[in-house]
């Protein structure tokens, strides 16, 4: 057991990165497995593998060189004229967007004994050679630090000084891996800050990964001004991949995969997140991967991959065919679960696409089925750009018909708000001048309401037969009551 002071030292460390065999994760995972330290478990080794996929992904990774921004910049904007002609032009952000090629970073949870320290280990210690210094700390010490820094600044230069941008671009010099232990969200100081200091790490193209003992939806519960908190939740989400790391099997003792079925973008983690849920959704063992072709009034549809009731295909083999409702319903009732990877982003420029994916969208949603995508763009973009969004907030500002910004509020969390608010949607996409009218506006409106309710843990695991549901049983219940339901409405 270690020290008091061997804690504490690695709890605050920042090292430089050794690793001069270049093992990865998965290297670590099998010498272990091979030398009886650890029995080999397809969870774990799952889980070992999304920690493989971050390694190779920051193999390839060039941090930005951290810019600090002067204390000058920080300062509010001079609100007389005379004093605006002392302050001069006001200075461009340094850095104002997260960098394009920031590989997506982990936020790993589960209870007491669910092994995140070990995982957190295995991937601190074997962290790709050209990511030259590296830091871990466990996260209360870290906010404890981001206080004293922020409260130093402010003694010195007032507390007027958006200090946070400044202490973020000081912990990014320290390394381009940050590690935090525990994170949790307990104290409203921590709360109002957390979501501008990770995006502003990020910014500075600072990769995160995280351990907790709970899942982002469930930080700072009943915490006071918690609505602030909700844009520091949706980043968590978007911009880190989010692995429960508690096993759950179903009846056939295959483990549930760890992440939600929606991964973006489109990096070498999404092409294991489908393989994953291909194997589990489908009967790899009784019926392997195979072609197969569904007829649709004498036409045929092929499916480039099937196994069991799970079918896979490319977004463009699937939606970028002339195919229809009718072909939709089709494979509905011949499949339980669909995986479609390579979706992209679909603006005015792409509406044929758009409304022909709405379509499968909706058969999916109303045949009960599961749906598993990996895109380029988070959910919440794929019908409509950012900029089309921020066009739209607008004018429907202007107008009074989409409430106006709260404080910290941004375009990506108003898109974010309306997966889950119709209403909400309904509203913005009236402020829009790039839909025809108001049943295409309802069409991607509940597209997006459908896909958030796709994605629910609710739905992803209803029928699945997992064994902390009712096992066989459950899964042979809900068939009998699915296909009844099928018969009824389709």
């Given at each position: 057991?270690?020290?008091?002071?061997?804690?504490?030292?690695?709890?605050?460390a920042?090292?430089?990165?050794v690793?001069?065999?270049?093992?990865g994760?998965l290297?670590?995972?099998?010498?272990?497995?091979?030398?009886?330290?650890?029995?080999?478990?397809e969870?774990?080794?799952?889980?070992?593998?999304?920690?493989?996929?971050l390694?190779?992904?920051?193999?390839?990774y060039?941090?930005?060189?951290?810019?600090?921004?002067?204390?000058?910049?920080?300062?509010?904007?001079?609100?007389?004229?005379?004093?605006?002609?002392?302050?001069?032009?006001?200075?461009?952000?340094?850095?104002?967007?997260?960098?394009?090629n920031?590989?997506?970073?982990?936020?790993?949870?589960?209870?007491?004994?669910?092994?995140?320290?070990?995982?957190?280990?295995?991937?601190?210690?074997?962290?790709?050679?050209?990511?030259?210094?590296?830091?871990r700390?466990?996260?209360?010490?870290?906010?404890?630090d981001?206080?004293?820094?922020?409260?130093?600044?402010?003694?010195?230069?007032?507390?007027?000084?958006?200090?946070i941008?400044?202490?973020?671009?000081?912990?990014?010099?320290?390394?381009?891996v940050?590690?935090f232990?525990?994170?949790?969200?307990?104290?409203?100081?921590?709360?109002?800050?957390?979501?501008?200091?990770?995006?502003?790490?990020?910014t500075?193209?600072?990769?995160?990964?995280?351990?907790?003992?709970?899942?982002?939806d469930d930080?700072?519960?009943?915490?006071?001004?918690?609505?602030?908190?909700v844009?520091?939740?949706?980043?968590?989400?978007t911009?880190?991949r989010?692995?429960?790391?508690?096993?759950?099997?179903?009846y056939?003792?295959?483990?549930?995969?760890p992440?939600g079925?929606?991964?973006?973008?489109?990096?070498?983690?999404?092409?294991?997140?489908?393989?994953?849920?291909?194997?589990?959704?489908?009967?790899?063992?009784?019926?392997?991967?195979?072609?197969?072709?569904q007829?649709?009034?004498?036409?045929?549809?092929?499916?480039?991959?099937?196994?069991?009731?799970?079918?896979?295909?490319?977004?463009?083999?699937?939606?970028?065919?002339?195919?229809?409702?009718?072909?939709?319903?089709?494979?509905?009732?011949?499949?339980?679960?669909?995986?479609?990877?390579d979706?992209?982003?679909?603006?005015?420029?792409?509406?044929?696409?758009?409304?022909?994916?709405?379509?499968?969208?909706?058969?999916?949603?109303?045949?009960?089925?599961?749906?598993v995508?990996?895109?380029?763009?988070?959910?919440?973009?794929?019908?409509m750009?950012?900029?089309e969004?921020?066009?739209?907030?607008?004018?429907?500002?202007?107008?009074?018909?989409?409430?106006?910004?709260?404080?910290?509020?941004?375009?990506?969390?108003?898109?974010?708000?309306?997966?889950?608010?119709?209403?909400?949607?309904?509203?913005?996409?009236?402020?829009?001048?790039i839909?025809?009218?108001?049943e295409?506006?309802?069409a991607?409106?509940?597209?997006?309401?459908?896909?958030?309710?796709?994605?629910?843990?609710?739905?992803?695991?209803?029928?699945?037969?997992?064994?902390?549901?009712?096992?066989k049983?459950?899964?042979?219940g809900?068939?009998?009551?699915?296909?009844?339901?099928?018969?009824?409405?389709?």
């Amino acid at each position: 057991m270690l020290s008091p002071v061997q804690q504490q030292a690695r709890r605050l460390a920042t090292v430089s990165n050794v690793n001069p065999h270049s093992k990865g994760p998965l290297d670590e995972y099998d010498e272990r497995v091979h030398s009886h330290q650890l029995r080999n478990d397809e969870h774990q080794r799952g889980l070992v593998q999304s920690l493989q996929d971050l390694h190779d992904m920051l193999s390839e990774y060039n941090p930005p060189k951290v810019v600090h921004p002067s204390i000058r910049s920080l300062r509010p904007r001079s609100k007389s004229w005379i004093g605006s002609l002392f302050q001069g032009k006001p200075s461009k952000e340094l850095a104002t967007q997260i960098p394009p090629n920031l590989p997506k970073g982990l936020y790993m949870y589960g209870d007491v004994g669910s092994g995140k320290t070990m995982l957190m280990d295995m991937f601190y210690d074997t962290l790709p050679p050209n990511i030259t210094s590296k830091t871990r700390i466990h996260f209360h010490n870290f906010m404890q630090d981001v206080h004293h820094r922020l409260h130093v600044l402010k003694m010195e230069h007032g507390d007027d000084l958006d200090a946070i941008l400044y202490v973020a671009a000081d912990i990014a010099e320290k390394g381009s891996v940050l590690c935090f232990d525990e994170f949790q969200c307990t104290d409203v100081a921590d709360a109002m800050i957390l979501r501008r200091l990770l995006e502003a790490l990020m910014t500075h193209g600072v990769v995160l990964v995280t351990t907790s003992n709970r899942h982002p939806d469930d930080l700072y519960k009943n915490g006071i001004q918690r609505q602030s908190f909700v844009p520091c939740i949706n980043l968590l989400k978007t911009r880190l991949r989010v692995l429960n790391l508690d096993s759950h099997t179903d009846y056939r003792k295959i483990p549930r995969p760890p992440s939600g079925v929606y991964h973006h973008p489109l990096d070498r983690a999404a092409v294991s997140h489908a393989e994953k849920w291909f194997r589990f959704l489908g009967d790899p063992e009784n019926d392997p991967p195979h072609k197969a072709v569904q007829k649709v009034w004498g036409r045929d549809i092929e499916v480039p991959k099937a196994s069991g009731q799970a079918a896979w295909f490319k977004f463009d083999e699937l939606i970028g065919r002339a195919t229809g409702a009718a072909d939709y319903l089709e494979l509905m009732r011949s499949y339980h679960a669909f995986i479609v990877t390579d979706v992209p982003g679909m603006s005015f420029r792409e509406r044929d696409l758009a409304r022909r994916f709405i379509t499968f969208i909706d058969a999916v949603y109303e045949s009960r089925a599961k749906l598993v995508l990996t895109s380029s763009v988070p959910l919440y973009q794929l019908f409509m750009s950012p900029d089309e969004v921020h066009d739209a907030l607008d004018s429907g500002r202007s107008k009074g018909d989409v409430a106006l910004p709260a404080d910290g509020e941004d375009v990506d969390d108003v898109m974010r708000m309306m997966m889950d608010d119709l209403g909400l949607n309904m509203q913005m996409l009236k402020s829009s001048s790039i839909f025809s009218g108001d049943e295409e506006r309802f069409a991607f409106s509940r597209a997006l309401s459908r896909l958030s309710e796709m994605g629910s843990r609710e739905w992803v695991e209803r029928g699945l037969g997992l064994e902390h549901r009712g096992g066989k049983g459950e899964k042979e219940g809900w068939e009998r009551v699915r296909s009844r339901w099928r018969e009824d409405s389709l």
